[in-house]
């Protein structure tokens, strides 16, 4: 017999809820494939959506097969035309994505030639004294340019700065070295460093800090080590064995 004092012995879960553990576990597992698996489908789809509508329809594969097969788009029976019913309907998905990766190519190639560059300059003149046009055109070119340019300028590193207050550190990237008008007047000998400080849980927004370069502290983790772990509001670290250490360390 036993005593209060004596603690009690574990019960085994039962069924539910070890049928609940699974479900739970298999869902952590399917959840990140399927969900990368729809949103690539969805934008395969969308772009086929836009793209094949402007590809002339003798050029659609399933023109293209049914061409080599012999089978027309319609046939003539008793007289009257009719929609041929051996027509082999096919949907490719991604067609549309490769036309679009190839047409692409097609004008970024024109553009960076004296022709191309001279009729975006003209066509860019035009959009210029178009009042309403300009700003959106304007603002969509901004973000093109920071999103798709190919440039060589990136985070150098990501480092620790104290913010908003002494005492408090906040995961930032050093973008560059202040200079000029900021750095004379930014009320400090030394050398200040422009810090990108992101948001959580959407890195792609934040503030623009320039702080002195004795108040940063560089970090050992890769840039994406730390987009990661902004991402994710500190639940995923660069070293999954021992998040106190550095990714390189033993």
């Avoid at 085994?12 to 049928?19: C, F, M, T, V």
């Avoid at 067609?95 to 975006?120: D, E, P």
Wanted: aromatic share 12%; glycine share 8%; proline share 8%.
């Amino acid at each position: 017999m036993k005593t209060p004092f004596e603690p009690e012995t574990p019960r085994r879960p039962g069924l539910l809820a070890r049928l609940r553990a699974s479900f739970l576990t298999g869902l952590v597992v399917i959840a990140p494939v399927g969900l990368t698996v729809w949103l690539v489908w969805s934008v395969i789809g969308w772009v086929d959506g836009f793209v094949w509508p402007l590809v002339p329809n003798a050029w659609h594969p399933e023109s293209i097969i049914n061409y080599w097969w012999g089978n027309p788009r319609t046939i003539t029976e008793n007289g009257i035309e009719i929609a041929n019913p051996e027509r082999i309907r096919i949907n490719v998905r991604g067609v549309g994505v490769i036309v679009f990766f190839v047409f692409t190519i097609f004008i970024g190639w024109i553009a960076k030639g004296y022709i191309g560059r001279s009729m975006i300059r003209w066509a860019e003149s035009l959009v210029e004294r178009t009042p309403v046009v300009r700003s959106i055109y304007s603002g969509i070119k901004q973000i093109s340019e920071t999103v798709f340019a190919q440039t060589e300028s990136s985070f150098e590193k990501a480092c620790l700065i104290e913010y908003p207050r002494k005492g408090i550190w906040a995961i930032g990237f050093i973008s560059t070295t202040a200079k000029g008008e900021i750095s004379a007047k930014g009320g400090n000998t030394g050398e200040m460093l422009s810090v990108f400080l992101p948001t959580t849980p959407n890195p792609t927004s934040g503030f623009l800090l320039f702080v002195p370069a004795e108040d940063v502290m560089p970090l050992d983790m890769t840039v994406e080590d730390a987009a990661k772990l902004v991402i994710s509001a500190g639940l995923v670290y660069p070293n999954g064995k021992d998040p106190s250490q550095p990714v390189d360390a033993e």
